[in-house]
């Protein structure tokens, strides 16, 4: 199972399966940011409040000139540490070229309406086994 909140931006992953993230940005005047060939975007998700422990990364390289940018998750990816019985939180972040002008595309944030913290949510669920 694999959903992103469109409102949230929380993605929901069952451990172990596929997921493809289909990913745009904004410009600072509201237009569309165009990637370019060589952008490299990072994927990261880390232990919930421990943002030092990075459980996985993955960086996709831009191939094609576009609005949008597919990051795509293997089963491999997605098996993050021993097998779970219940959801797990962890955050996540995505960012821009982190090695050479970094951006920050989709991270922590603070509440326009609250002015709270609010964090990125990869909530990861448990995987059937079927090993006795």
Not at 17 to 41: E, R
Request: hydrophobic share 30%.
């Amino acid at each position: 199972m694999f959903r992103i909140n469109t409102t949230t931006k929380q993605i929901d992953l069952t451990r172990g399966d596929i997921a493809c993230i289909k990913l745009s940005a904004k410009n600072d005047d509201g237009t569309d940011y165009t990637f370019k060939v060589g952008d490299i975007v990072r994927f990261k998700v880390f232990e919930k409040k421990k943002c030092h422990c990075v459980v996985l990364q993955k960086d996709t390289e831009v191939s094609e000139e576009g609005t949008s940018v597919n990051i795509n998750l293997t089963k491999e990816d997605t098996k993050i540490g021993d097998i779970i019985n219940k959801d797990t939180d962890y955050w996540y972040e995505i960012e821009l070229n982190p090695e050479t002008s970094p951006q920050t595309i989709v991270g922590y944030e603070i509440s326009k309406e609250t002015g709270k913290p609010l964090e990125k949510i990869f909530k990861l669920l448990p995987e059937g086994d079927d090993k006795e």
